[in-house]
């Protein structure tokens, strides 16, 4: 499969069985972060080979910071807002499978903000908003 580039860096699918999972493999540049998002129906896995990955969860007020690296694995539940943060440069796999009785479709994803890489690799502890703009409240006050 061929190598899809990103804001962030590139991703591929490597594996996927229709409606039920789909894997892809993520090379994600120092700096980098993805979109504030969320998907209806869709877990979201992550699997760290390489780097240090922070993942950044909102709920309501409520802004949850987590940081992987090697070995590590966490997953997301469909309907929390997250976003991922590079701090180092990262290698990683990606999981979504359905956990809402639903079926896994690339459709499902509801983007709030656009993803990038932050000048000099600097991220914040809260939410990155742009390459240069972040918050620690609830981004949907700060863009509502």
Same mark, same amino acid.
């Given at each position: 499969?061929? /190598?899809?580039?990103?804001? /962030?860096?590139?991703?591929?699918?490597?594996?996927?069985? $229709?409606?039920?999972?789909?894997?892809?493999?993520?090379?994600?540049?120092?700096?980098?972060?993805?979109?504030?998002?969320?998907?209806?129906?869709?877990?979201?896995?992550?699997?760290?080979?390489?780097?240090?990955? #922070?993942?950044?969860?909102?709920?309501? /007020?409520?802004?949850?910071?987590?940081?992987?690296?090697?070995?590590?694995?966490?997953?997301? $539940?469909?309907?929390?807002?997250?976003?991922?943060?590079?701090?180092?440069?990262?290698?990683?796999?990606? #999981?979504?499978?359905?956990? #809402?009785?639903?079926?896994?479709?690339?459709?499902?994803?509801? #983007?709030?903000?656009?993803?990038?890489?932050? $000048?000099?690799?600097?991220?914040?502890?809260?939410?990155?908003?742009?390459?240069?703009?972040?918050?620690?409240?609830?981004?949907?006050?700060?863009?509502?």
């Amino acid at each position: 499969m061929s /190598w899809e580039t990103k804001a /962030w860096g590139r991703t591929r699918p490597t594996d996927s069985a $229709p409606g039920l999972f789909s894997n892809h493999e993520l090379e994600i540049l120092a700096g980098g972060f993805c979109s504030l998002h969320y998907h209806e129906q869709r877990a979201n896995q992550f699997y760290i080979i390489e780097g240090t990955l #922070r993942i950044v969860e909102v709920y309501g /007020w409520d802004v949850r910071v987590r940081t992987l690296r090697n070995g590590d694995r966490y997953t997301i $539940p469909s309907l929390v807002t997250h976003q991922f943060q590079a701090i180092t440069a990262v290698k990683c796999e990606e #999981r979504y499978f359905a956990d #809402r009785n639903g079926i896994v479709v690339d459709t499902d994803i509801i #983007r709030l903000t656009i993803g990038g890489i932050c $000048p000099n690799g600097i991220l914040a502890s809260g939410v990155q908003v742009t390459a240069t703009e972040y918050t620690t409240l609830d981004i949907r006050r700060s863009i509502a």
